[in-house]
């Protein structure tokens, strides 16, 4: 009974800790506008993995306050982010002694080849992909979002009027703010202010010197029609690259299945990126859930290698082998579709046995991805899930969608001593039903729970709810993305702290 009250404790705490470690890379990287910077996510996340060891020591009560205690019974951490993950684990140094870092970043990739041509394929948790090979002795290179028909049908093209509250420093001693207008670019938020257009809460002014006098004149948002534009042009150098004909489970390297020769990137009705059951997302969980296994397994059997060096002990006379507990169908469904920490733990002795086990957290709030469950869709002052709309059959006339992390806490520096206001970028109320009591939708669902898009009822909540979906997919900053954007120079910056 002790030990079973033990390894409770200790999952208790994992899960405590991982938790912790979500809440700051949140927390960090919602503040900051190069967040998606290479090395900006990498400072960020191991950050995280400081809290996460931090708080693993503390609850263990293991002695003094260095995380080195901790980090022997940690074999590895995952942090799997929208188009690849990182793998933190112990590595031997060339001095010879074993410590734990944060490995290179590894894409969400396969490798196709049919005779000397070949393409590789870098997936992401959403239908955004990044080509690149030679086919017939050209090398091709690109990428955009593979959308069918269907979706694109429902974008409005006319624009969109965004608009948020906003804190300046004139107003800081005034609560909650002002409401200003808002439209994207390159990614980035800029608001129309004291009649000029401004980033805002930028400690590094960036300036933007491009020529464009009408800008101002119009000031809707026009991401959602770019999105449709650009995810057509892709489609059509799609068709017309031959990398369809290859990119085939049949001439994979990795997850190769000699006897399916499906054309993955064959988009259709019947092979639609934003149905969870199609092949092109069976084929895409394959090469992820693969990949990570694989490393996963590699890290571990370094560590199970190095236990000694690493003063891992079961007892005084022999070291403790770490096997890769077996992830939970619903955990492998969570990596696939989110921004996920997942911290392995081995070696702790609980009574009689080892403990061995795992924990996993999703990321909700972040910069890296926006889920088809996580649009909220403002109607007269008050905010729904498009399933409660849905549900309702409602279709109201002023109706526009946001992403969740848009009504949140957000955070104001107003001051050099890191005082802060905290205030909400949205004014509109919750709705009691759909968000208070948490309602649970009955329709429009597919087979995973998941919003089912394409089954919402005809209307206006339908036709916001896709251009909201598409804008935001559109205005997520990817290393790999060309973003079309507008050219304006009256663009500056608005300081804020």
Excluded at 200 to 214: S, W
Excluded at 251 to 275: F, G
Excluded at 300 to 329: H, Q, W
Aim: hydrophobic share 30%.
């Amino acid at each position: 009974m002790k030990t079973a009250s033990l390894q409770g404790t200790y999952d208790s705490i994992l899960k405590a800790s991982c938790h912790d470690a979500v809440a700051a890379f949140e927390l960090n990287t919602q503040g900051d506008a190069y967040s998606n910077n290479a090395e900006s996510i990498r400072r960020d996340i191991l950050a995280s993995i400081n809290i996460l060891l931090s708080g693993i020591n503390s609850g263990m009560g293991l002695p003094g306050e260095s995380v080195d205690y901790v980090k022997p019974y940690i074999p590895a951490v995952l942090i799997t982010l929208y188009d690849g993950y990182y793998i933190y684990a112990p590595t031997k140094s060339s001095e010879g002694n074993y410590k734990h870092v944060l490995k290179p970043y590894v894409y969400y990739s396969e490798k196709y080849e049919s005779g000397n041509n070949y393409v590789v394929v870098n997936y992401s948790l959403d239908n955004y992909v990044a080509i690149y090979g030679e086919i017939n002795g050209n090398v091709i290179s690109n990428s955009g979002y593979l959308e069918a028909d269907k979706f694109l049908t429902y974008i409005s093209e006319n624009g969109e009027q965004l608009s948020e509250n906003v804190k300046t420093e004139e107003m800081s001693n005034s609560y909650p703010g002002n409401i200003y207008t808002f439209k994207y670019f390159n990614g980035r938020k800029v608001y129309y202010i004291n009649n000029g257009w401004y980033y805002i809460n930028d400690k590094t002014p960036l300036a933007v010197n491009t020529a464009n006098a009408g800008w101002n004149a119009d000031s809707k948002d026009y991401s959602a029609r770019d999105y449709k534009n650009k995810s057509q042009e892709f489609m059509k150098w799609l068709n017309d690259s031959g990398v369809k004909s290859i990119v085939t489970p049949k001439n994979a390297v990795r997850t190769k299945d000699e006897n399916v020769n499906t054309q993955i990137l064959d988009i259709t009705s019947n092979n639609d990126p934003e149905n969870p059951l199609s092949f092109f997302n069976q084929q895409k969980r394959n090469v992820i859930q693969t990949s990570i296994q694989d490393n996963l397994n590699n890290a571990i059997a370094a560590y199970n290698e190095n236990a000694g060096g690493l003063d891992v002990a079961t007892d005084g006379s022999r070291y403790a082998t770490f096997i890769l507990p077996k992830m939970e169908e619903y955990d492998w469904q969570k990596i696939i579709t989110n921004v996920n920490f997942v911290a392995f733990m081995q070696g702790v002795p609980v009574g009689n046995k080892i403990y061995n086990n795992y924990a996993i957290v999703t990321s909700t709030n972040n910069k890296q991805y926006i889920s088809p469950n996580s649009i909220y869709m403002c109607v007269d002052g008050i905010y729904h899930t498009v399933q409660h709309l849905a549900d309702e059959d409602e279709d109201a006339v002023n109706v526009i969608g946001y992403k969740s992390s848009d009504f949140k806490k957000f955070n104001f520096n107003i001051d050099e001593n890191k005082r802060y206001y905290k205030f909400f970028r949205r004014k509109e109320y919750a709705c009691y039903v759909c968000l208070v009591e948490r309602y649970t939708p009955t329709k429009n669902l597919n087979t995973n729970g998941e919003i089912n898009i394409y089954s919402l009822p005809e209307g206006n909540v339908k036709n916001s709810y896709f251009t909201a979906l598409a804008r935001e997919r559109y205005n997520l900053d990817k290393a790999t993305k060309s973003i079309l954007g507008w050219n304006d120079s009256n663009i500056t910056s608005y300081n804020l702290d």
